[in-house]
């Protein structure tokens, strides 16, 4: 029985395209507009389903109260943050990672980023074993530098764009913090 040694070819994954680019190659944004209508349409019926148009009253009193949680949520994002800057460093000089108060008690779990060197595990590792474990991926940047030259790529590539949507509501006040923090330093 004979046991092949032909390594599969391994299957891209799908690239994200960032905004500087999309910007860059205004072919791209202009071409790409049908998959976004199409994601947007998505969206708009994922959520539709899960409820019914508000009354213009209703409306209005549910961004009001949004933008009243809001304006008081970010005094208590700041006052928080500044608290937190206190108590981190207490933590590098002790290693205290439970501190009981009168309300309950407050931890300071740690949790990691770990990563390899490709560079180490290339240079210890066969052709065949590297190309095992290593997955083909398309750089975004030198794939808009060969459509900028190449039509027939600008068209390939419109053809591969795929769209998804997200939606996030943001009251006025949540906006910027820094906007916040200059309206509160007028009310003084």
Do not use: C
């Not at 349409?41 to 109260?65: C, H, N, R, T």
Request: no cysteine; aromatic share 4%.
């Amino acid at each position: 029985m004979a046991v092949s040694t032909k390594v599969k070819e391994k299957k891209a994954r799908p690239i994200e395209i960032g905004e500087g680019l999309r910007k860059a190659g205004k072919w791209f944004e202009e071409g790409s507009s049908k998959a976004k209508d199409a994601a947007l349409k998505k969206k708009m019926v994922e959520w539709a389903v899960k409820g019914s148009v508000l009354d213009p009253g209703e409306l209005i009193k549910l961004v009001d109260e949004l933008e009243e949680i809001q304006r008081q949520l970010i005094p208590l994002q700041l006052r928080h943050k500044k608290i937190s800057g206190k108590l981190l460093p207490h933590w590098g000089h002790t290693g205290i990672a439970k501190l009981k108060g009168k309300l309950g008690e407050t931890i300071f779990p740690v949790s990691y980023t770990i990563s390899v060197s490709p560079d180490v595990l290339k240079a210890g590792l066969t052709a065949e074993q590297w190309r095992a474990v290593t997955e083909l991926r398309v750089n975004p940047q030198l794939l808009f530098g060969l459509a900028e030259k190449n039509e027939a790529v600008r068209s390939l590539i419109l053809k591969a764009v795929r769209a998804s949507a997200q939606v996030k509501i943001f009251p006025p006040s949540s906006r910027t913090l820094k906007s916040s923090k200059k309206k509160d330093k007028k009310k003084k």
